[in-house]
């Protein structure tokens, strides 16, 4: 059974910083990849970023890109995603998500089918 668990979201101010945690189990951790992705009230879920296990390539959205950093520590079978410069329009859940087939690129966004609960991020002004 594939299994993910978020943590460490929470309330920030406007310009701080929040680390997120994805602890994955249940597949072959160095194949594949892991995605973030947020869903704010109201509107579509959307990748954030991601990650592929084998290779180390990743991929940002624009509005993140030079604020968020995704990692990942094979040996732990974890994946980060570091938050800074947060602003409100971050405000989301946030899920973590796995391709659990080896091979594929991690910005195949529809491919994601194993996710997290999530962990909201509440950023304020």
């Known amino acids: 059974e594939v299994k993910l668990v978020e943590s460490g979201g929470g309330l920030v101010q406007a310009g701080g910083s929040l680390r997120l945690s994805c602890a994955a189990s249940?597949?072959?951790?160095?194949?594949?990849?892991i995605g973030w992705f947020r869903q704010a009230p109201g509107k579509e879920r959307e990748g954030v970023s991601c990650?592929?296990?084998?290779?180390?390539?990743?991929y940002y959205k624009h509005s993140v890109q030079g604020r968020f950093a995704v990692s990942s520590d094979n040996t732990k079978n974890t994946v980060d995603l570091r938050m800074d410069s947060l602003k409100p329009e971050d405000t989301a859940i946030y899920y973590c998500?796995?391709?659990?087939?080896?091979?594929?690129?991690?910005?195949?966004?529809?491919?994601?089918?194993?996710w997290g609960q999530g962990t909201q991020v509440t950023v304020s002004s």
């Open positions: 249940g597949f072959r951790f160095d194949d594949g990849a």
């Open positions: 990650i592929s296990r084998s290779d180390g390539i990743t």
């Open positions: 998500a796995a391709i659990i087939i080896g091979g594929r690129q991690c910005n195949r966004w529809l491919e994601y089918t194993s």
